[in-house]
């Protein structure tokens, strides 16, 4: 069946030849359902979707099917897919393989996505590319986001200088974290070389993100990024915590400093009110007609900032939203320096809530804590829902050190530089322009690593017996210079190689260091002419 509607879907393609454009701005993004209201696909995340299972290919044994809010790419004046027609991105998640999403832009502005209810780690991706436009698969990726869309990491890469062409036709290409025996069958029976058979050679990395996206990236081995078509896409994975502060979500919106309030970024945590557009932001943005609803009452779900520094507050102003006065009651607003410990600077109890028949305005509560915090949170103990329409503090610059374990404090970067101990590659990565390695990796190169919790370190010793290595190339090697591929995070767990501490980074919850610190084990030499730094082990 999958095969004769292959040959129907090339057919068609001949009928839905189109070109694309070229430009480069400043881009954000919206639900599908905004950008596209008149043009929507009535299948969107309907009943035919998935579609794969339906088309002959096996079903996900690992994960379930993904479902939230489609969100697009937009452009400075709007534009959301090709000729703002009505291959938008509800295409790409119809369960219809004729139907498609047709990029604005051959750019990383435009894109199609998920918004979920929380964040997930992938198991597995399924990309079905757009009929006589194959080749628009190469150079795409599926990257994850935890701050809305403000920073992106790459799970899955269609690397061009492995995938060279197409292999299927208007076809599911089903992306394993793991070498998957079912699937490496199912795409040889459909005409899939046995050598290029096995998909998972596509996973970059993994990790937990409540943002999706679809986007094309380009790399090398092409003139210019292909212009990111896609027929279908189905994402698979289980709720997971995010490494680090798994609570916390990091927007980078700026709170409004509207009635005195103190300036900050927006932070939150939990999921959104049905998937709405009611977000964290909402109760920070200086409006009364605008609203944060939390995905569910008590104090799983909050929004809150992180201020721009320590702030002493005086007063908390909590403006209800309107029609729901009486969710102020349990609300209490909360404040830290670690995103772990939290202590209530105020608390609204039903005699604070506004008459139902009052109109709308500040409940203000004067703060007699005197300590000074960098983070604020609004949250609701479950009394009631925990709706707000505007949260204000008032306050003066204190001293406080900002120090917890699991804040984003830079990303991971793909590099074109090979590490190799022994002449066996080992993956490395750029982390603040420097080579690094993590150090789990070291136990196949001739060394032994230990974890002790109690002391909150890692020990690396050298293991002499060992006496052959295996390359393992870096799975993002292969991607553009420079792009993101895990977060970097504060930790408090040290690394020592044989008892002498050396700089150290959790890297999505595992520990990197910069390959520069083996130096001390053996010769270390730099090759610019082959971008490779290679470490010759000491007997």
């Not at 040959?7 to 068609?12: A, G, H, K, R, Y």
């Not at 290919?57 to 994960?63: E, L, Q, S, V």
């Not at 090398?220 to 680090?244: S, T």
């Not at 017996?465 to 970097?488: E, H, Q, R």
């Amino acid at each position: 069946m999958r095969y004769l509607r292959n040959t129907l879907s090339l057919l068609l393609a001949m009928l839905m030849l189109a070109g694309m454009a070229t430009s480069v701005f400043a881009g954000a993004w919206k639900p599908v359902s905004e950008a596209a209201p008149g043009a929507l696909s009535r299948g969107m995340l309907g009943s035919t979707y998935p579609h794969s299972p339906k088309y002959d290919w096996p079903a996900c044994k690992n994960g379930s099917i993904l479902k939230g809010t489609v969100v697009t790419g937009v452009g400075p004046d709007g534009q959301h897919c090709w000729a703002d027609g009505t291959d938008n991105a509800s295409c790409a998640f119809d369960g219809d393989i004729v139907t498609f999403f047709d990029p604005f832009e051959a750019t990383d502005q435009s894109w199609v996505g998920l918004r979920l209810d929380r964040p997930y780690e992938l198991t597995e991706v399924r990309i079905c590319s757009r009929a006589g436009w194959d080749d628009r698969t190469i150079g795409a990726a599926v990257q994850g986001s935890n701050d809305d869309g403000l920073t992106w990491h790459t799970v899955v890469y269609f690397d061009p200088a492995i995938f060279t062409k197409p292999l299927l036709n208007n076809d599911y290409y089903i992306i394993p974290s793991a070498k998957n025996a079912a699937y490496i069958k199912a795409n040889t029976d459909a005409g899939v070389p046995a050598a290029s058979a096995d998909f998972s050679r596509f996973w970059v990395s993994g990790g937990a993100y409540a943002m999706y996206r679809y986007v094309t990236l380009g790399g090398a081995g092409l003139d210019e990024p292909n212009h990111g078509d896609v027929a279908e896409i189905e994402l698979y994975g289980n709720p997971a915590k995010v490494a680090g502060n798994p609570a916390i979500v990091f927007t980078g919106t700026p709170a409004s400093t509207y009635a005195g309030s103190i300036p900050g970024k927006v932070i939150g945590c939990g999921a959104i009110w049905n998937n709405s557009s009611d977000g964290y932001a909402n109760a920070w943005d200086g409006r009364g007609d605008t609203f944060y609803d939390p995905g569910e009452p008590g104090p799983d779900y909050w929004t809150g900032i992180l201020a721009d520094s320590a702030y002493t507050i005086r007063e908390v102003r909590v403006l209800p939203r309107i029609g729901f006065f009486d969710r102020t009651a349990g609300a209490h607003l909360q404040a830290s320096n670690d995103g772990k410990t939290w202590v209530t600077l105020a608390s609204f109890t039903a005699e604070d809530c506004l008459n139902e028949n009052a109109a709308q305005g500040w409940i203000r509560k004067t703060v007699k804590d005197t300590g000074s915090y960098w983070m604020f949170r609004y949250i609701n103990d479950g009394t009631s829902h925990g709706d707000v329409a505007d949260v204000a503090l008032v306050g003066t610059k204190g001293n406080a050190s900002l120090t917890y374990p699991g804040q984003v404090v830079g990303t991971v970067l793909s590099t074109d530089i090979r590490a190799y101990i022994n002449g066996a590659e080992i993956p490395a990565y750029n982390i603040a322009g420097k080579l690094a390695i993590l150090v789990s990796d070291l136990n196949n190169y001739g060394f032994k690593t230990a974890f002790d919790n109690t002391l909150r370190k890692t020990g690396v010793t050298r293991n002499k017996s060992a006496a052959s290595f295996t390359s393992v190339p870096s799975k993002a090697s292969g991607l553009p210079i420079g792009t993101p591929v895990m977060s970097v995070y504060s930790t408090d767990i040290s690394v020592e190689l044989d008892g002498v501490e050396v700089p150290a980074f959790n890297v999505d919850n595992r520990m990197a260091i910069y390959f520069t610190e083996l130096k001390p084990y053996g010769t270390l030499v730099y090759d610019n002419g082959s971008r490779s730094s290679s470490l010759t082990l000491s007997k």
